[in-house]
């Protein structure tokens, strides 16, 4: 489809521009959301009583099937796990903008053309807006839609990330079709540790798991 996009005035994209949404289809399509998983896992698993109830609203809403598109609405603490993983481990550590006019942002004035960069990591972190924000605790946001001033795992305004929507649904079957499948542990002796991977915060050496379980009968009974 690249290959054959045409710009207004019938020109293809050049080899560089081509290279370039490679590029980016690649870090901000595929690295992001394969990182936001493992940090879902990471947090699942140390959390029993979370890991038991989202378990509980999959068996209620798919009956031990795969998740289909009608049921992803219906996933509303899947929806919250997710939520809760984007605060708690925001793949992207800030956003940036550049100012087209001057402004004034935090008691400071600042000038037409500096970037002011919020940080997500911080923000998603502060007391104020998150009690106890170390916790991870899915609760949260049941029931609540979160102020975009204080939750932004994928930037704001115009320029939120155009893949928020598919990321997120992507997760959703990742996870539900997962946990149906298998039961999982934490692999021993590995200690997560946040580390910088390009431009994503990653957990170290990826999330190593145990699969303690497989449930033949479900894996077989799906296509492909």
Not at 136 to 142: A, K, L, T, V
Not at 193 to 214: I, K, N
């Amino acid at each position: 489809m690249l290959i054959a996009a045409r710009d207004e005035d019938g020109k293809p994209m050049s080899d560089r521009e081509l290279r370039d949404e490679m590029i980016t289809l690649l870090l901000a399509g595929h690295e992001t959301t394969a990182t936001s998983l493992a940090w879902a896992f990471h947090r699942l698993l140390g959390r029993s009583d979370v890991l038991s109830k989202l378990r509980a609203e999959l068996r209620g809403v798919a009956d031990d099937g795969p998740a289909l598109p009608e049921h992803v609405g219906r996933l509303e603490y899947l929806d919250a796990v997710v939520k809760e993983t984007a605060r708690l481990s925001p793949v992207i550590p800030q956003v940036s903008r550049r100012l087209q006019v001057p402004m004034r942002i935090g008691g400071c004035d600042l000038p037409a053309g500096v970037v002011a960069s919020p940080c997500i990591y911080l923000t998603h972190r502060r007391p104020d807006l998150w009690p106890d924000p170390a916790r991870f605790d899915p609760e949260r946001f049941i029931g609540v839609r979160p102020n975009p001033y204080a939750f932004f795992p994928f930037g704001g305004g115009v320029r939120r990330c155009i893949g928020a929507a598919f990321a997120t649904y992507e997760m959703k079957i990742v996870l539900a079709e997962v946990l149906s499948r298998v039961e999982l542990r934490a692999a021993p002796g590995h200690t997560v540790r946040t580390v910088r991977r390009t431009v994503t915060l990653a957990p170290s050496g990826g999330m190593p798991v145990v699969v303690d379980r497989v449930a033949p009968a479900r894996a077989q009974t799906q296509p492909g």
